[in-house]
């Protein structure tokens, strides 16, 4: 499967990050593939303090955007987030959509991020409940006959959630994320190749990047590492699009190899 990876710099402005995303779906059509992968909070990203006011909110505008974005594309979007608003509470919700702009399956961030973080003779606090409920359901989807765990950000950091989604039958685990660049300097790398390594499955964590507000900067580095570790795709810093083929047979070969479910 042919699949596109996007770093992006999503602003407040929801229009101006759909127009960016338009332009590399196109590209990525272009190029053949499947599935278009992108970062946590893509939709619009607020700065921390309160919710974007561009809420998606079941069949209204925002949303419908968002559907638009596969059906005019003939592009699966599979693992990326917009603040959601459900049941009146807000949720970090991953859409999953395939190319005739049908739902895969929705994920609601469980894990919301939590830190403390000294920085010079300063510290830096971020505390994602302030804004979000959490969800409560992990979620798999399945995409051409490829199943596929659901997580965002901080869910990287659980480990009993992914090999659960393995012991399920997924192939491919994705981390749509926006890394804190100290946490990111620090983390980011050795997580998704740890997540992919001991679960001998890909993992695709698209990612954001820069500076987004006074409040928030992010890592990048989006990554694609195959079920041996290798890293396919580090992006580095900027927004870019990366297109990879991705052989599922390497799952079955690695987990031949070294046999960890046996």
């Known amino acids: 499967m042919k699949v596109a990876l996007l770093q992006m710099n999503s602003k407040l402005d929801y229009q101006e990050n759909l127009e960016f995303i338009r332009t590399k779906a196109k590209i990525a059509q272009d190029e053949g593939a499947r599935a278009l992968f992108l970062p946590e909070c893509f939709y619009s990203m607020s700065d921390g303090t309160k919710p974007t006011p561009y809420l998606v909110e079941e069949g209204n505008e925002h949303h419908q955007n968002i559907l638009s974005l596969a ?40 894990h919301l991020f939590s830190c403390d973080i000294k920085k010079e003779d300063s510290r830096k606090s971020i505390d994602e409940a302030d804004i979000y409920t959490p969800g409560n359901q992990p979620q798999m989807i399945e995409f051409e006959g490829i199943k596929m765990g659901m997580g965002i950000c901080f869910d990287l950091r659980y480990p009993e959630m992914a090999r659960d989604y393995v012991h399920q039958g997924a192939k491919l685990l994705t981390f749509s994320s926006a890394f804190t660049v100290p946490t990111g300097k620090a983390h980011w790398a050795t997580l998704v190749r740890a997540r992919a390594i001991e679960n001998q499955c890909f993992v695709v964590a698209a990612a954001q ?23 396919l795709v580090e992006a580095g810093e900027g927004e870019s699009l990366h297109l990879v083929d991705l052989d599922f047979s390497r799952v079955e070969e690695v987990r031949r190899s070294v046999k960890v479910f046996s």
């Open 71 to 110: 059906k005019d594309f003939k592009l699966a979007l599979i693992g990326g987030s917009a603040a959601t608003l459900l049941n009146g509470k807000v949720v970090n919700r991953a859409f999953n959509i395939d190319p005739q702009g049908h739902s895969l399956g929705n994920y609601d961030k469980m």
């Open 209 to 231: 990047w820069g500076r987004h507000n006074e409040r928030i900067q992010t890592y990048g580095h989006s990554m694609i590492v195959d079920p041996w570790g290798e890293v």
